[in-house]
């Protein structure tokens, strides 16, 4: 031990806010903003729509390929016939529109092939009353289970988001906001839900958390139209949810992802549970006071921002709080799109990690796990040291853009 002081939390807020300065300049030497669905007319969209519709109906057979995958990998899956019609919105789901297919990554590489000029998310409502975006910290605490049927009717939006005090981003969302809601529910227990789309360009939603035809569930829906499905999670765990509407990789990088935990019918031991949603930013230059997301910059890899539950340090600056004693358990989906999730509590060590469903598979004594994109992990860890830790993404080129907060443990 030597006799220095310990750093400070302001000294590292201040280093943080310089590294917030140095990428803000980073971007100041980029090409300038192309505002390609912004400025288009409703007549090229609607062509773009189309070719993008037809090279994902050229792939006949995907969504039978995706199900074999699907019995392979799970040993077994809800038939997708009876689970759609174990709830009274499973009856009412209307065909698939013509012309609006369901997605997957192997159909987004199509539509990239195809397609080269998907712009910006400065889509419709998605820049209006920009500058009236309040900054709102998001909340980490796990909500209470909602235990038998719960039936969710979401709406896929397109509207401004206030990420930190300079940043206001155009986003792509369900229910308003970026991460979406957080769903709790348990294994075995009922999910009914409803996506209506009310933005401009085709949405839908797939969950990780569900066994059931992707062709039908998670198809495409147009303004003003609606999907429903329904599921009961088999697995436990902390599960992402994201559109999956073509290209998918602008569809989960403009905001539209979230977590859905399932938690195991035997409770875990008592915690504080929170929920973090780790995503990367790829964003244009600023235009009226917003910056869109930017597909280009999102195949370069090299995102702007990476955050923790959808704004950048947001935990520095109000960090999460718990008791001496108290065991804390982290939900951790990583929504990429692209980037892993290298999870660490600094001073800490996770007591448990699950390496799938809790509680089984337990792994004890860890100090950094990586949650790829598209994936989810439980963390636990028993806090029995009072202190300030910063909980980061230990690949600290992501840290350092924003994936990093503190858990302060009260003496
Ligand atoms: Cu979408």
Redesign the pocket.
């Known amino acids: 031990m030597d006799d220095r002081d310990p750093p400070r939390l302001s000294t590292l807020l201040g280093q943080l806010e310089s590294g917030t300065t140095a990428r803000d300049d980073d971007n100041g030497d980029r090409p300038a903003l192309v505002l390609a669905w912004g400025v288009q007319d409703a007549t090229s969209r609607r062509v773009f729509l189309t070719r993008a519709s037809a090279l994902s109906l050229a792939i006949p057979g995907l969504g039978a390929a995706l199900a074999a995958c699907s019995d392979g990998a799970n040993g077994g899956r809800v038939d997708s016939a009876r689970a759609t019609s174990e709830g009274p919105a499973a009856g009412a789901a209307p065909e698939p529109p013509q012309g609006i297919h369901n997605s997957d990554s192997r159909l987004d590489s199509a539509v990239v092939k195809g397609e080269h000029h998907v712009g910006t998310s400065a889509t419709g409502s998605a820049t209006q009353g920009a500058a009236s975006a309040q900054f709102h910290r998001y909340a980490p605490e796990l909500p209470p289970l909602a235990t038998g049927t719960q039936r969710l009717h979401w709406h896929?939006r397109e509207t401004p988001i206030r990420i930190d005090a300079t940043t206001v981003v155009a986003a792509?969302t369900f229910e308003g906001d970026v991460p979406g809601p957080i769903v709790h529910t348990r294994v075995g227990d009922t999910v009914e839900f409803t996506l209506t789309n009310d933005a401009d360009i085709p949405?839908?939603m797939d969950f990780h958390a569900a066994q059931i035809d992707p062709k039908t569930a998670f198809r495409s829906v147009a303004k003003g139209q609606s999907v429903s499905f329904t599921f009961k999670p088999k697995w436990a765990g902390a599960f992402m949810y994201h559109?999956g509407?073509a290209p998918v990789l602008m569809?989960i990088g403009s905001g539209?992802y979230g977590a859905i935990i399932v938690s195991p019918r035997e409770p875990l031991p008592t915690a504080k549970e929170f929920v973090i949603v780790q995503s990367e930013f790829y964003l244009s230059d600023a235009a009226n006071g917003v910056r869109a997301f930017d597909y280009q910059k999102m195949l370069t890899t090299l995102p702007d921002f990476v955050s923790f539950n959808g704004r950048p340090d947001q935990y520095i600056k109000e960090p999460i709080h718990v008791k001496l004693g108290d065991r804390v358990r982290f939900w951790l989906v990583n929504a990429g799109p692209t980037h892993p999730c290298n999870f660490h509590v600094v001073g800490e060590q996770f007591d448990t990690v699950y390496l799938g469903a809790p509680p089984a598979t337990a792994m004890r004594g860890v100090q950094t796990w990586d949650v790829p994109p598209g994936g989810g992990m439980c963390f636990e860890l028993l806090c029995d040291v009072a202190g300030e830790f910063p909980f980061v993404n230990h690949g600290f080129g992501h840290g350092q853009k924003g994936a990093i907060g503190i858990l302060i443990v009260d003496g």
């Open positions: 896929a792509w949405h839908s559109c509407t569809h539209m």
